[in-house]
């Protein structure tokens, strides 16, 4: 479960949350019959509503990247998205994005090869340039080398640059977010665990034995 409370239909008083609500859930009460129509739970909005103003310009963030105004190709978009959330390990973004993908058409392979993108020729130079941006905002904190930029430069304005530097950091900022707040497919243990040791191991062992 979410580690923020969520919030019942009953207790929803904001009118733009209740839209949402029903948009999503029907008129069901999300917390007590989750799910939504992709899969999942849907405990993001109800953990959102929690605020909702915050719920508000989140909804709206989502309806900018789509927005048809946007230069950017969407499959551009979508593959920085979706290694995004790969990058930053959120099953719930990366998962989401790798359905996006498949509704613009994107192939199985290429889908598949997102987490490998580096060694993969599944994609093309103008693919590789935005997976290598996104790994540059993702891993290295926006310390993108300037031959990605240069390339990036070759074949999207500033405009389409700028668009999807803003939309792949959105999507860290929710895949860090759901992660900490355990959201969605998010909802998961750390797997980062000490492993039991063997029946009578001693810590000395490892000096013992130089392991």
Request: net charge negative; aromatic share 10%; with cysteine.
């Amino acid at each position: 479960m979410p580690r923020l409370r969520q919030i019942p239909r009953a207790e929803v008083t904001d009118k733009g949350t209740l839209k949402l609500y029903d948009l999503l859930f029907g008129d069901r009460d999300p917390v007590a019959e989750p799910g939504t129509d992709t899969g999942t739970r849907g405990d993001w909005w109800t953990v959102f509503a929690g605020s909702p103003d915050i719920l508000r310009h989140a909804a709206q963030g989502f309806a900018l990247y789509r927005d048809p105004v946007r230069k950017l190709d969407p499959v551009l978009r979508e593959l920085a998205q979706t290694r995004a959330g790969w990058a930053r390990g959120s099953q719930f973004v990366f998962s989401q994005h790798c359905k996006s993908l498949r509704g613009l058409g994107v192939s199985e392979d290429k889908i598949a090869a997102v987490p490998h993108w580096s060694v993969s020729t599944a994609f093309d130079a103008h693919e590789r340039a935005v997976l290598a941006y996104a790994d540059g905002l993702v891993l290295d904190g926006g310390r993108v080398a300037d031959g990605v930029f240069a390339a990036l430069k070759t074949f999207l304005s500033d405009e389409q640059i700028l668009e999807l530097t803003y939309i792949t950091c959105l999507y860290e900022m929710h895949a860090v977010m759901s992660r900490a707040l355990r959201t969605e497919f998010d909802d998961r243990d750390d797997p980062i665990v000490e492993v039991a040791p063997p029946e009578g191991f001693n810590a000395r062992d490892f000096l013992d034995t130089g392991r």
